[in-house]
């Protein structure tokens, strides 16, 4: 599916998400129960598989995710899984999260860094980074995610939005072939 049809499924959900935990004062415990859900998701390529599968039955799915739920996720975010599922919408459940959390960043002041390194960063570089980013971006708070790109040979590349900091290693050397490109050909 497109970038915009995808948006134009995920946004709407986010945001009526975003409109029941602001008026319920929860919030904070649907970014909780969301990252939780993330998570599931992420551990699970046959869960991301079984909920995208439009053959399997509504009732099934339910079944599933009403076991996945319990005592873990807030009731009236069960309820809201359950209306995905009847609507057709469940498998659009990881970008509805990652929207929703977007929105609970945006409403804080928060700025996610998405930092891509060779190798897992220490809390004093993530630290680094975080500084980093707010000296960049003028943000009040930054938040972290981290990805390991074996491809990097060194260094660090920073997305924030659609703005790329590359501190790589490669970034450098490209950056330098640059310069002395321009330098000879002056």
């Known amino acids: 599916m497109k970038g915009t049809a995808l948006s134009e499924v995920v946004e709407p959900y986010a945001q009526a998400l975003m409109a029941i935990a602001t008026s319920q004062d929860l919030v904070d415990r649907f970014s909780e129960d969301v990252g939780a859900l993330l998570d599931i998701l992420d551990a699970s390529e046959e869960l991301q598989q079984f909920l995208g599968n439009p053959f ?68 004093e570089q993530k630290e680094a980074v975080r500084s980093k980013v707010v000296e960049l971006t003028g943000a009040q708070q930054v938040e972290i995610s981290t ?4 491809d990097l040979l060194g260094g ?5 939005g659609s703005q790329v900091f590359d501190a790589s290693l490669r970034g450098q050397l490209r950056r330098m072939s640059l310069n002395l490109s321009s330098n000879l050909s002056a």
């Open 56 to 123: 399997l039955s509504p009732a099934g799915k339910k079944g599933v995710l009403q076991q996945l739920a319990s005592d873990r996720i807030h009731p009236l975010m069960q309820n809201f899984l359950l209306l995905l599922v009847d609507r057709g919408r469940i498998l659009f459940l990881e970008g509805i999260c990652k929207q929703y959390q977007a929105l609970v960043r945006q409403s804080r002041g928060i700025v996610l860094a998405e930092v891509a390194s060779a190798v897992e960063l220490t809390d």
């Open 147 to 150: 990805s390991i790109d074996p």
């Open 156 to 160: 660090v590349v920073i997305t924030v």
